[in-house]
């Protein structure tokens, strides 16, 4: 999942960038509103979590901006407690708000929450094949038995099973796992697929290459 943090408190921002970081997501910073406001409105995020209080450009401002584009989950860090404050939010197109000060666990949750909702799914469970996918508890079982994935195996496999059967280009898994500052080549994507095929090798599920376009994930026909 990529993410960008828009938070002009540098200790905020820091902690949320390193935690997301942590759990293997790709992640983008902005402290400056003119910046935030640039950047969606040239990448697509997975996840936008934004103050409102910044500089040059409000947190208001960026989320007509992202609501122009699509329905990129937004999560609004926000320091207004009065219900008037909160249903503008809610209204503006914000999917949920937390305010300040927050517990990483609670703003974690409700991350993975509004994320599920713009798949179209309010599970925390996802079963493809004969694989189960728990993205609260970050495990992954096949007929019942977990297996272990190391983080960036772990957080490919969620971009596959929260798009199965669709084509994805290495381009695309790319924008998915990583922020602008840390790119890989796309060699690197070959490396990740070949482990995570050799992981999932005793399920029903496999990842299909085609030449050309990119890898799909799909369940074995018998």
């Not at 190391?150 to 496999?157: P, V």
Request: charged share 30%; with cysteine.
């Amino acid at each position: 999942m990529r993410v960008l943090i828009v938070e002009d408190d540098r200790l905020i921002s820091e902690s949320l960038e390193q935690r997301f970081k942590d759990l293997g997501h790709g992640v983008d910073t902005a402290y400056d509103g003119q910046v935030a406001y640039s950047l969606v409105a040239h990448t697509r995020y997975d996840l936008v979590i934004l103050d409102l209080n910044l500089p040059n450009r409000s947190g208001e401002a960026i989320t007509k901006k992202i609501r122009q584009h699509g329905n990129t989950p937004i999560l609004i860090l926000t320091a207004r407690n009065e219900v008037f404050d909160r249903i503008e939010l809610l209204d503006l197109g914000a999917d949920d708000y937390l305010t300040k000060p927050f517990d990483l666990g609670e703003l974690e949750a409700r991350c993975r929450s509004i994320v599920r909702r713009s798949q179209g799914n309010d599970q925390n469970v996802i079963e493809i094949g004969d694989i189960t996918f728990d993205s609260a508890s970050a495990r992954v079982q096949i007929q019942g038995q977990e297996i272990d994935l190391k983080n960036r195996e772990y957080r490919l496999l969620e971009v596959f099973v929260s798009h199965p059967n669709r084509v994805l280009s290495k381009d695309e898994i790319i924008d998915h796992l990583y922020g602008y500052d840390n790119p890989p080549n796309q060699n690197a994507i070959e490396t990740y697929v070949g482990r995570l095929r050799k992981s999932l090798s005793a399920s029903r599920v496999e990842i299909k290459t085609l030449r050309g376009l990119g890898y799909v994930l799909s369940v074995k026909q018998p």
